[in-house]
């Protein structure tokens, strides 16, 4: 979201990208150098495979969304165990197993497919395995990962027990209320792509090493808007030498380079493992579209011939709700859903519960946004829209979790600018009264305390720096809210910046903010990519830290509920 040269980065001769997901140039080269089989033998049928692994999402206390993508054509199948914390396949009591035909995953949707799985066991640890039918009923290879359900909605801390009074070691969690989630946004953004030569996305592997339960991609799971060439030049003369495909040679515009983006970043090894073993509540932003836009935009960006930013953003939704296993039925991409390729809003702000101490609202603060101006309109402008703003007062007001956290892809009281004079989220510069864009946040603020809503927590990323904010009337100009804790993330595999200004409208205090050295700065050493990590405690303790992508620990903040 930041003014840094994303739009400079030179271009690059690519490798074309293999049908099975992409190669690397070199990976191009050797294919082309490999001779034709001789016309005469006969030809061998190719096994389908799955080359962007596998991923489920929305994980609730008995549902869950599984996704893959097929090389071909083929029927989606699943395969579910319920399994220790060890691995071992449970018997008796607590066994459960159950295979899943999907539906087909055809050329209309990339060949990608996903199942709802409902009617699971709460808080237990499952084996999954998924693979691909052809027509003609031969399999494809099978892919393992696994995950856990949420805990249900026994009494927090109350634990299950087999017929001989033992507790089955179903979870990583001691209890039954007990878990562990993580969070960040911006992957492949700047030109920094999939290095190799570094271990590649190495934030990932970081997140996946703390054996989170979940985690939540705040936005911008791709960078449409950035092309990605085969090296880069570092500020110190240090060569940045990416994996490079067709698809992220330029800024998308086709749905098929729209796709390329959710393929390319599929190709980092530590981010399919991840994803394979922890479920994913995904958002979106700008940069699966173009960066900053808002519906109705004509962009004015001379890499573009497609500058109707609804068109763009009508193939941007379709290869993001295609690749992100989610699972609101509304939202889920069929054909003909964006008849016309012209944009059409589809719900995909949602309410995930994960057992009775926290529920998570995932935020949609694109897709109903207002033009982005200077912000100080005398009456208020969307960056919700009415229909969510009432459908998140009403879902909050009502959620009997300990905990609510919001998820949002935006921050609330960080300055981020559109240019000199336009702003991009929330704020406007203005330490005064709500104005704009503020005016609908200080409805919802207003009516958490008004119904007496305790234990809200904002979590967003956007901004490529980590911070953690405390809002409070007592410094505000606008007063009627109860204090609350906003924590920043990111980027996980991106360029640095910040930290940006603050807006005093609500009163924020930064306790805490790290950055990197300077504005793009490479992810090579990993000391200047964020995520965050939440430990939900059997004794309700809510402890939010903020690590680096090598997992050292920032900073860390334990909260306690209020009754």
Known sequence: MTEFSRRSLVKSSLAAAALAGGVTAAGAAAASATPAAPSAVPLVRQRLTLPSGIATGDVTSDSAVLWSRASGPGRITATLQAVDAGGEVLRGRFGFSRTIRGPWATEASDFTAKIQAEKL???TRFALELSFEDGDGAASEAVKGGFRTAPDAEAPGAKSTDAKGKVPAQGDSPSSSAQTFVWTGDTAGQGWGINEEIGGMRGYRAMHNTRPDFFIHSGDTIYADGPIAATVTEKDGQIWRNIVTEEVSKVAETLTEFRG?????SLDANMRAMFAEVPVIAQWDDHETHNNWYPG???DDARYTVRDVNVLAARGRQAWQENMPIAETSALWRPGTYDGGQYQPAR??????RGPQLDIFCLDMRTFKSPNTDGKEPYATNILGQEQV???ISEVRNSQATWKVIAADLPLGIIVPD????QESVSNRDNGAP???ELEIAGVLSAFKRNRVKNVVWLTADVHYCAAHHYSPERAAFTDFDPFW??????IAAGSFGPNPMDGTFGPEVVFSKAGRFAGESPRDGENQYFGHVELGEDATFTASLRNANGSVLYSKALTPEV
Not at 348 to 353: F, W
Not at 486 to 491: D, M, N, T
């Open 121 to 123: 066991p709460a808080n």
């Open 261 to 265: 983006r959710h393929r390319y970043n």
């Open 297 to 299: 935009q004509i962009i």
């Open 348 to 353: 995909i702000y949602r309410k995930i519960s």
């Open 390 to 392: 009432d459908w998140l």
């Open 419 to 422: 240019g000199p004079v336009n």
């Open 435 to 437: 104005l704009g864009r």
């Open 486 to 491: 906003e924590f920043v993330a990111g980027p």
